[in-house]
């Protein structure tokens, strides 16, 4: 539609122009200017130019003043269509951001630059702040470090960009990301470059093998969705191994023979080499991948290939359910349990919900695939609203590991203080001597290595986040995991001067060491974050493991999912506990699924495997249910204590996260705004709620500034969406010196 008027949003994250603005389109820009343009336009008193998006045509305005002419384009195409733009104005109404950071989660990558990284290793640079904190930064270093403040910018709209590209996009210095990075605003990494199936032609296709009864039903039933273009959603449940991919692989294809598209998410940590290649394998050319280890140009090649429709299966992770493809058939999430899929950063969103909503726009079907589905989708399941596929076989006969439960604390009683108890160690005696392979698992989250005074329970902690520092013990220093802040470790207790001050906890060090004391000659690899920082990557360590001359690989949560190695027989999970213990509701399911995971790693090829659970409480219920890998058991056993306790999927919980540098202020402003919400809930709506805090979160301060939750259990609908959408223009207009977030259902509840 042609029009005189623009509606325009402007390219700042200043939460106090977060709206559209009326322009008028010049005569030589008429043809031009549609939604999706990205125009430059005249902004406030001054002459200044500044970029923004065309959200909307019109004959004419409401608004009264002075209507200023759009300046130019600042981009040839336009970046978006009216589809994706509504896409993004249901990211604003349901993760409660401000319009721009919604219009960035549509946007090509790096809009239109063209440039190839071939290095294997890429160095980079990521976010190191909370991203509210980075639009402040942003804002100040706009008028005193522009180069910076582009820098910045880029990375808040990128997870990961390389130094090369930004330097390339934003014509900054590498000393401007060298300053950057000393503020500690960002903060440097290496990875390796995806060797990407490039070059297609190497791929030898394959065909589907022949289905059995339930894959062929399952997917006949699918197809009979995407014919009819109904927006079904599909819970295809299986054991690892049962042939789900290859179910979602036939659907696919049985899709773009009905002449539709597909968009296919993995969780980032699955999306390797052999994924691909399996995919290219069968749709050759027609496939395009979206991943963060890609160059930016990279990415936005891949971009152009969809749009162009060269492309039309589009495999990626998370972001990639904004991928700007046309007439999708089917949308599938595979392991659509993993939290992976929610967005740490605003836009807030989580891939399953825009999926849906994406469905329901293109009359497409979900298939949402997994071994141990979220709660809430199996009990979305069983009510009908998803229609549930079962496999129940293991497609090549593969069998599961025996599980032993390791009772930690009959060690102790028997005066073994090691991390390494007797069982895991008769067990990993036997594979030595046999020449198999052992992967040890130890799960960090919420869990690290303090130091403490013996004498007086003195432990050290950051100054400013009141959280415990984790000792590195190859420098000697105490460091905060949340802001960086680092000590010497002290020689004696401060408090009380006892020279007992030691570390507790377990690191993968730690076990490291142990197990060279243990089994000496051992061949160790430890895998983490220290170990693959700079030095050695990821894929690196992971080949040389798989050369079958290393005995045990160590390491945390990056082995326990994916890895396909014939002579692993066995995997011990250190300390089972350390994910039961944490204070969130999800702490069982995210139990179950890490050992659920980290099992399946054992036994993969012809010798049956073992997996070694040690725990402090082998009477846990979890732990037995997953021990028998009885998913069913364990949705029942959940779901009934869900309801108990009115958590979802019973309910929805939105989170409200004060932040602010005067604890005062924040205390009287927090139960203000607690109140208001109060009375604003019980007048506009019917439906239950609950109103908990503020109270002080579990990291009570980060970086100098306080923070305070509100927890709102409700049933989140437009209504209940339109409230928080109102709290949060109120607190936009009050102008405080606090900061508010508001997210729907988080998973990071620190
Ligand atoms: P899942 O996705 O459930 O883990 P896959 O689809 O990857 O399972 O299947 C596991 C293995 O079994 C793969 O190597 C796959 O090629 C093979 N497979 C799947 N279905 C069949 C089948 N009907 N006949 C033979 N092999 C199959
Ligand atoms: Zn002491
Ligand atoms: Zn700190």
Not at 213 to 239: C, M, P, R, W, Y
Request: glycine share 6%.
């Amino acid at each position: 539609m042609k029009g005189n008027f623009a509606g325009v949003i402007i390219n700042r994250l200043a939460l106090n122009i977060d709206k559209i603005f009326d322009y008028h389109i010049p005569d030589d820009l008429i043809d031009t200017v549609t939604v999706g343009s990205h125009v430059f336009v005249p902004f406030g008193r001054g002459k200044k130019l500044i970029d923004g998006y065309v959200l909307s045509v019109n004959d004419e305005t409401d608004f009264d003043g002075e209507v200023k002419d759009i300046a130019s384009l600042a981009s040839p195409e336009p970046l978006f269509d009216e589809e994706m733009l509504r896409l993004a104005a249901h990211i604003k109404e349901t993760c409660f951001c401000s319009y721009i950071s919604a219009i960035k989660t549509i946007l090509p990558p790096g809009s239109g630059n063209k440039r190839k990284i071939n290095d294997k290793l890429i160095r980079g640079s990521r976010l190191n702040l909370p991203y509210d904190e980075a639009f402040e930064m942003l804002e100040l270093l706009r008028t005193k470090a522009p180069k910076q403040a582009q820098i910045l910018e880029l990375l808040i709209q990128n997870d990961f960009v390389a130094d090369a590209d930004i330097t390339f996009l934003t014509g900054a210095s590498y000393t401007a990301i060298k300053a950057l990075k000393d503020k500690e605003f960002i903060k440097e990494e290496v990875i390796e470059a995806l060797r990407m199936p490039l070059n297609y032609d190497e791929i030898a296709p394959t065909k589907s093998p022949q289905l059995n009864q339930e894959q062929q039903l399952a997917v006949n039933t699918v197809t009979a969705s995407i014919k009819a273009q109904k927006t079904d959603t599909f819970l295809l449940h299986g054991i690892t191994g049962s042939g789900k991919t290859e179910v979602f692989l036939n659907c696919i294809e049985n899709a773009l023979q009905l002449n539709k598209t597909a968009i296919v998410l993995v969780p980032e940590i699955a999306l390797t080499p052999q994924m691909v290649t399996r995919f290219v394998s069968r749709f050759g050319k027609k496939i395009a991948v979206l991943h963060s280890a890609l160059s930016l140009g990279e990415r936005a090649d891949e971009y152009k290939r969809i749009k162009r429709g060269e492309a039309r299966v589009v495999v990626g992770a998370r972001s990639a359910i904004f991928a700007p493809i046309k007439n999708i058939g089917v949308i599938v999430i595979d392991e659509e349990h993993e939290t992976s899929y929610k967005a740490e950063n605003a836009p807030t969103y989580h891939a399953r919900e825009v999926a849906e909503f994406r469905a329901k726009m293109s009359g497409a079907v979900r298939i949402l695939a997994s071994a141990t589905p979220a709660i809430e989708s199996y009990y979305k399941a069983t009510q009908g609203e998803y229609k549930l596929l079962s496999l129940h076989s293991r497609a090549t006969g593969a069998t599961l590991p025996e599980m032993l439960i390791s009772d930690m604390r009959e060690e102790l009683r028997h005066g073994n203080r090691s991390c390494i108890g007797s069982t895991l160690m008769n067990e990993m005696q036997k594979n030595l001597n046999r020449g198999e392979q052992t992967i040890l698992f130890l799960n960090r989250r919420g869990f690290s290595t303090f130091v403490s005074c013996r004498s007086c329970g003195y432990v050290a902690k950051c100054k400013n986040c009141d959280i415990s520092l984790t000792y590195h013990k190859h420098r000697g220093t105490l460091t905060c995991h949340y802001c960086g802040y680092t000590i010497k470790k002290p020689e004696k207790c401060p408090e009380c001067d006892s020279p007992y001050i030691k570390e507790f906890g377990t690191g993968t060090q730690k076990v490291e060491e142990e197990l060279k004391t243990l089994f000496p000659g051992m061949s160790v690899i430890r895998m983490d974050m220290d170990t693959t920082g700079a030095k050695a990557s990821h894929q690196t360590l992971l080949s040389r493991f798989s050369e079958e001359k290393t005995d045990v690989l160590l390491g945390t949560q990056m082995v326990s999912k994916g890895l396909d190695f014939p002579n692993v027989t066995l995997v011990g999970v250190i300390a089972a506990d350390q994910s039961l213990g944490i204070d969130d509701f999800r702490a069982n399911e995210r139990t179950f699924n890490l050992i659920t995971q980290v099992c399946g790693r054992a036994g993969r090829g012809e010798k049956r495997g073992r997996a070694v659970i040690q725990t402090y409480m082998p009477e846990n219920q979890t732990l037995e249910l997953a021990k028998s890998q009885d998913y069913l058991s364990f949705y029942n056993e959940e779901i009934s204590l869900r309801k108990s306790l009115n958590f979802p999927p019973f309910c929805d919980i939105v989170s409200l996260l004060l932040t602010g540098e005067n604890e005062q202020e924040l205390c009287a402003y927090s139960a203000e705004i607690s109140a208001s919400l109060n009375k604003v809930m019980a007048h506009d709506i019917k439906t239950q709620y609950e109103i908990l805090g503020p109270a002080p979160a579990s990291i009570p301060k980060i970086g100098g500034k306080f923070r305070h939750r509100i927890w709102v259990k409700c049933k989140l609908d437009e209504k209940t969406q339109d409230i928080f959408t109102r709290l949060r223009n109120y607190h936009i207009k009050s102008d405080k010196n606090i900061n508010m977030v508001i997210e729907a259902n988080p998973y990071n509840t620190l």
